[in-house]
């Protein structure tokens, strides 16, 4: 097993600050979040352009203005306000690919479907939950096309002179601020898992073709 010719792509989590794009739609699928004709390819890269595909565009191609993510300043958006149950549907890991891909590392709902929520961390995007109340508040901001901080060590959200504090289970915290997904997780077990190979080899030679 060559462990050193496995890479780990993520990219750290610590602060982000941006002008946070809003998305007022409920129950907001991976289908709508990244149609099924973009899922032939397996790499992260290139998704980006087709994020909320059906949404941001016509039956031509071309963009529509009124779409929040083809808005100045909102087409940089890094943090995006979703409404409630995003991500339902499938679990396409495209998804939070294709938001990575545009730009997006924050996404912020009352509620997200589990599987979705899951993905995200092994990704490197932070889904932050809040109440509605919250919400609202940072709301005014993306509103006002002004930014806001986040302060994932200190659980934080800071706007203008308030902050909201968020919570977050204390792994995945662990995994977005080392950037470690699935596959930087195995190779700290490296020594191990290759010391049991070298033992299966010694033990059961007939079973490696090599």
């Not at 946070?20 to 004709?37: G, R, S």
């Amino acid at each position: 097993m060559m462990l050193e010719s496995i890479k780990n792509n993520m990219q750290k989590f610590n602060t982000l600050k941006s002008i946070p794009a809003h998305l007022p739609i409920v129950n907001i699928d991976t289908d709508m979040i990244i149609p099924k004709q973009f899922l032939k390819t397996i790499k992260r890269t290139g998704l980006g352009k087709n994020l909320f595909f059906e949404m941001r565009y016509d039956d031509q191609g071309n963009k529509i203005n009124d779409f929040i993510l083809n808005k100045t300043p909102y087409d940089n958006s890094k943090i995006l306000i979703a409404g409630k149950n995003f991500g339902c549907g499938s679990s396409r890991e495209h998804a939070p690919w294709a938001l990575l891909d545009f730009g997006i590392t924050c996404v912020i709902s009352s509620s997200f479907a589990d599987i979705f929520y899951s993905n995200c961390f092994k990704n490197g995007i932070l889904p932050i939950i809040l109440g509605d109340g919250k919400i609202k508040e940072l709301l005014e901001y993306a509103n006002r096309k002004e930014e806001i901080s986040i302060d994932l060590n200190e659980e934080k959200i800071i706007y203008g002179n308030s902050e909201i504090k968020f919570e977050v289970d204390p792994f995945k915290k662990k995994c977005l601020l080392e950037g470690l997904d699935d596959i930087a997780l195995s190779l700290k077990k490296s020594n191990k898992i290759e010391n049991f190979e070298k033992d299966l080899k010694d033990k059961k030679p007939w079973i490696f073709n090599d």
